[in-house]
């Protein structure tokens, strides 16, 4: 069994606070080869896509369904990071989707305040029990729009998302009134950390506007129990085949540009999750 699962003290951390940070999570030698890849795959830049973030930046990233055989699906596939997430959801997972997040040096635009289940509700999900863990490929720092949390908002349940640029966002009075009872908390982080987050858990991060990059690959995974009630453009429950630890070096530097697996890539106008928001708001005004 792995060494590095979530302690005790780290599964009540996350839902005291809806969220935790592990430190050194993943070695410099497993960290080094996700970077390594992330940064020289050229399949990864060509499926990015970016997104209008409402501050007059853009938002870059790339999304897929399903987590392949590459480098990347090691990650998300391996022992300890599944059996973190079954014992913070409490059973068996599913992958959701992963992402990787491209801030770019002095471009990076900005996310707004939002709960992920407030784009995921529209999917078909029924209850918020689904987690993402962000882990960290370059430094994340306040200069480079490190990740932002307000600490317990999670207990606030769904709040209703409107639309903020091409992202959705969370109804800003609701968010200053809990900014002022809440902590904000900037997640700094080194490469190999991960922070395993609440998707009712408020979030947000400002642009990049320092010359260093702060790229981040996101892992989301659904419980079992918690299958969607209608298909979406995200997968309806999928046994997971879950990896050993050692399989992330074991696989090596194996990028998306060779594997010819299909991970279900999510291009712009496949990904709905905003567009479902804007035709429900649509509908109800």
């Not at 960290?136 to 729009?145: I, K, Q």
């Amino acid at each position: 069994m792995s060494t590095k699962l979530l302690s005790p003290a780290e599964v009540a951390q996350y839902h005291r606070a809806g969220y935790v940070i592990a430190r050194n999570f993943f070695s410099n030698q497993e960290i080094s080869l996700l970077h390594r890849a992330a940064k020289e795959d050229q399949e990864l830049d060509h499926r990015s896509f970016s997104r209008a973030d409402g501050e007059s930046g853009q938002v870059r990233l790339s999304l897929w369904n399903h987590p392949g055989d590459t480098l990347y699906g090691m990650f998300a596939r391996c022992d300890r990071m599944v059996r973190s997430v079954e014992l913070l959801l409490g059973g068996e997972v599913y992958h959701y989707h992963s992402k990787m997040i491209m801030k770019d040096a002095l471009v990076g635009g900005a996310w707004t305040w939002h709960q992920d289940y407030g784009y995921w509700y529209q999917n078909g999900v029924l209850f918020p029990w689904l987690t993402s863990v962000s882990i960290a490929v370059d430094p994340a720092t306040r200069e480079n729009g490190c990740l932002q949390v307000l600490e317990g908002s999670h207990e606030c349940g769904r709040i209703e998302h409107i639309l903020t640029g091409e992202q959705a966002g969370a109804d800003m009075e609701r968010v200053q009134h809990l900014i002022e009872r809440l902590p904000l908390v900037h997640c700094e982080m080194d490469p190999g950390d991960v922070i395993f987050f609440h998707s009712n858990l408020l979030h947000r991060s400002d642009q990049n506007r320092s010359p260093n990059p702060r790229w981040s690959m996101i892992c989301c995974y659904n419980s079992a129990r918690n299958n969607p009630y209608k298909e979406s453009h995200h997968p309806c429950y999928t046994p997971l085949n879950v990896v050993s630890d050692d399989q992330i070096m074991q696989v090596g530097l194996k990028r998306f540009e060779e594997s010819q697996q299909d991970v279900g890539w999510l291009e712009d106008e496949k990904d709905r999750s905003a567009k479902l928001l804007a035709k429900s708001l649509a509908a109800k005004s």
